[in-house]
Nanobody, 116 residues
Framework: QVQLVESGGGLVQPGGSLRLSCAAS????????MSWYRQAPGKEREFVAS????????NYLDSVKGRFTISRDNSKNTLYLRMNSLKPEDTAVYYC?????????WGQGTQVTVSS
């Protein structure tokens, strides 16, 4: 079965950096677009970034452009999100998402808290 397991979240000061990972299994990881979403308390889940199967094309939420970088290692079935210059408004639970044959799969999420 499809599994997505996020890790790498934590507490970081404003201006700091984190790298999130999403370990994927149960499907042909290299064949599919992968995405990161986030959900802040009391808000809707929102798109953060996506990456095509071989990393040719990326898309980002405007507010993270220039600060976040999405990447993947198809040999390790792992998706990454490098987050630099973090701001308090980046505080949220971050989720990995895969859409496979019209079905959407989510990981359990990893908490990112940006606070001094």
């Amino acid at each position: 079965q499809v599994q997505l397991v996020e890790s790498g979240g934590g507490l970081v000061q404003p201006g700091g950096s984190l790298r999130l990972s999403c370990a994927a299994s149960g499907f042909s990881f290299s064949s599919y677009v992968m995405s990161w979403y986030r959900q802040a308390p009391g808000k809707e889940r929102e798109f953060v970034a996506s990456l095509t199967s071989f990393g040719v094309s990326t898309n980002y939420l405007d507010s993270v452009k220039g600060r976040f970088t999405i990447s993947r290692d198809n040999s390790k079935n792992t998706l990454y999100l490098r987050m630099n210059s973090l701001k308090p408004e980046d505080t949220a639970v971050y989720y990995c998402r895969a859409t496979i044959n019209k079905y959407t799969y989510w990981g359990q999420g990893t908490q990112v808290t940006v606070s001094s």
